[in-house]
């Protein structure tokens, strides 16, 4: 009888387990897990279409985003929508913010409410927030710096109320490679330090000038050596000065990207022009992706689009096929 009831009572256990497990409706368990990379979209691939046509004075531009934000705004879509059209247009459920095109809302958490409401409605979360024009990092006098610190807080604030993993930060400032890696990493260590509070990584981004060096800015992360401080290698951003007439000193795009992927926590894949087979014209996307396996990343790689020969809309949509076809 002993037996018995203890058999019964086992077949019992099962079953209740199986059903707790498997529901009423003989739904079946999902056993898959994620993906190694997930695709987001970087907000700047529709920067036209957010600001209209501003030209390339990008002095005017700084101007008129300290003094007038919201005038910039000239185009036909709203950054409000953006949530919506990352999910509607292109599947894209994850979102790399810019800062410039909200740049008068940095304290305004009514506006971030809305916007993660809007979030939510379309299945959207928000992964990263690029931060631009809020002072030098590496700048050599401390109370500017200081205060490009102090500028950088309100954006930790934003990115932890809409749960993004991230800020996307520039290491830049005036002098040797030396005494702006020294600076920067000065400037990088008071901002994570302020970010773990919010549980926020700061990410630095090959933007320009020196941080366009695979081997220097590698080295101002092994002088920060901080856990939430960490890189965005972009496959395009490799020109480290510039005139007028284009890129007068560029560092080889596939060297610094092996640089900078052990420290990456994210991946921007950059695009401008592509052939008649998809395929940019001016990055290796295989090769790059190839580099981005092979230093163990796993995560998020963000579609940029910066090129002027499609539309917006199709290079958003060449560069997520491209990606999806080299990842496979």
């Known amino acids: 009888m002993r037996a018995i009831f203890q058999t019964t009572f086992l077949a019992l256990l099962v079953t209740v387990l199986f059903t707790a497990c498997v529901g009423n409706n003989n739904a079946t368990v999902d056993t898959t897990t994620p993906p190694d990379y997930q695709l987001s979209l970087a907000q700047w691939s529709l920067h036209r279409s957010f600001f209209g046509d501003i030209g390339n004075d990008w002095a005017w531009f700084g101007r008129m985003l300290q003094t007038s934000p919201d005038s910039l705004l000239r185009g036909e879509l709203d950054p409000m929508d953006f949530p919506q059209i990352a999910a509607e247009r292109y599947d894209i459920h994850t979102i790399e913010l810019v800062n410039t095109f909200y740049f008068s809302k940095s304290t ?6 809305r916007f993660k409401a809007k979030c939510d409605s379309f299945g959207v979360q928000v992964g990263l927030i690029m931060c631009d ?3 030098d990092l590496g700048d050599a006098d401390e109370a500017a710096r200081q205060q490009t610190v102090k500028n950088h807080h309100a954006w930790v604030d934003i990115a932890n109320m809409l749960g993004a993993h991230s800020i996307r930060v520039n290491a830049a400032g005036t002098g040797t490679p030396e005494e702006v890696a020294a600076n920067a990493a000065n400037g990088l260590k008071e901002l ?7 549980n926020i990584q700061v990410i630095v981004e090959n933007h320009g000038g020196y941080s366009s060096n695979g081997k220097w800015l590698a080295g101002v992360m092994q002088a920060v050596n901080r856990d939430n401080v960490g890189t965005l290698p972009d496959f395009g951003n490799f020109c480290i000065t510039r005139s007028s007439e284009g890129c007068t000193e560029a560092y080889d795009r596939y060297q610094g990207m092996t640089e900078l992927m052990p420290y990456a926590k994210g991946v921007s894949a950059k695009s401008h022009d592509f052939d008649a087979d998809g395929n940019e014209i001016h990055t290796d996307f295989q090769r790059m992706i190839g580099i981005v396996k092979d230093a163990g990343f796993k995560g998020f790689i963000g579609i940029e689009y910066e090129g002027s020969e499609l539309s917006e809309d199709e290079g958003i949509r060449k560069t997520i096929a491209l990606l999806k076809r080299v990842l496979e």
Do not use: E, P
């Open 108 to 113: 305004d958490m009514d506006y971030w409410q």
């Open 192 to 198: 994570a330090a302020y970010a773990a509070t919010k």
């Open 133 to 135: 024009a809020l002072g």
